[in-house]
């Protein structure tokens, strides 16, 4: 809860916004699903749903098949709704962007017609400054931003629903 404002004026202030930002409540209990609730009031790009399941077992499989169920039904609202649905991407609530975050990855895209996933460099912030995540690749894309070109994602039968799905993700779309 307590980086959702940060995240969402992030959202806001990005030089190119998604068109619909659809946020997958797995029963918190810490009243984000409320504050999102009177967020996305006044911001019809802002989708709040439940998650389809109930978490059984800690991060794993479930979250994979979480994202991957979100992933697709953000697709299916985009659509009804007729907003393009070109790119597809996940951002997860512990992440904070820079203004033209999305600008920069679909730069990346428009360079390159083959790219098919993308994601930015994940930092953490502490006492010292910023350093990389250590386990942060340049050559392979983080789940908690990866972006897919639509292509690539309906190609590779969409996000696998297994522990590993951003790297397994990578994998299939070379």
């Keep these: 809860m307590a980086n959702l404002p940060m995240l969402l004026a992030g959202l806001e202030g990005q030089t190119t916004r998604p068109h619909l930002w659809f946020v997958v409540d797995d029963a918190s209990s810490d009243g984000s699903r409320e504050w999102l609730a009177e967020a996305s009031k006044s911001r019809p790009w802002l989708v709040v749903e439940s998650a389809p399941e109930k978490s059984t077992e800690y991060l794993g499989a479930h979250v994979a098949r979480i994202k991957g169920w979100a992933m697709r039904r953000g697709i299916d609202i985009a659509k009804d709704r007729g907003a393009p649905a070109?790119?597809?991407?996940?951002?997860?609530?512990?992440?904070?962007?820079?203004?033209?975050?999305?600008?920069?990855?679909?730069?990346?895209?428009?360079?390159?017609?083959?790219?098919?996933?993308?994601?930015?460099?994940?930092?953490?912030?502490?006492?010292?400054g910023t350093k990389a995540d250590r386990f942060q690749r340049e050559d392979s894309a983080r789940g908690g931003t990866q972006i897919f070109r639509m292509d690539c994602f309906e190609a590779i039968g969409g996000l696998p629903p297994w522990p590993g799905f951003d790297g397994a993700a990578n994998v299939k779309a070379r």
């Design 86 to 128: 070109d790119f597809v991407g996940i951002i997860d609530a512990d992440i904070q962007v820079p203004p033209d975050h999305y600008q920069q990855l679909l730069s990346e895209f428009e360079s390159d017609p083959q790219l098919g996933v993308a994601s930015s460099l994940v930092v953490s912030l502490g006492q010292q």
